[in-house]
Nanobody
Framework: QVQLVESGGGLVQPGDSLRLSCVAS????????VGWYRQAPGRTRELVAR??????KYADSVKGRFTISRDDAKATVYLQMDSLKPQDTAVYYC??????????WGQGTQVTVSS
């Protein structure tokens, strides 16, 4: 069982930046597809950004504002969020995926963008 610990969420104003971090308790971190998802109240969980091999994928709503990255030596995935908007308000979840049996989620970190 892989444990994921997220940090970096908080309350910010529109236009501000935040950097989310997710540390994983696995020594094969580099093998995993890593991603960030979010869930706003009353909405389904949606993909924000993902790294699969050398491919990066972003939701259209965050392209040009968010950047996902990983540090395999630290077993950590990051999400740099710039030019935040109120509609980015959600609980953000880190995900590691290798197979249906190796699919792990963090506990979530709240991001609130409000003036």
């Amino acid at each position: 069982q892989v444990q994921l610990v997220e940090s970096g969420g908080g309350l910010v104003q529109p236009g501000d930046s935040l950097r989310l971090s997710c540390v994983a308790s696995t020594n094969i971190f580099s093998s995993y597809i890593v991603g960030w998802y979010r869930q706003a109240p009353g909405r389904t969980r949606e993909l924000v950004a993902r790294i699969s091999g050398g491919d990066l994928k972003y939701a259209d709503s965050v392209k040009g504002r968010f950047t996902i990255s990983r540090d395999d030596a630290k077993a950590t995935v990051y999400l740099q969020m710039d030019s935040l908007k109120p509609q980015d308000t959600a609980v953000y979840y880190c995900n590691l995926f290798l197979s249906d049996a190796l699919d792990f989620w963090g506990q979530g970190t709240q991001v609130t963008v409000s003036s």
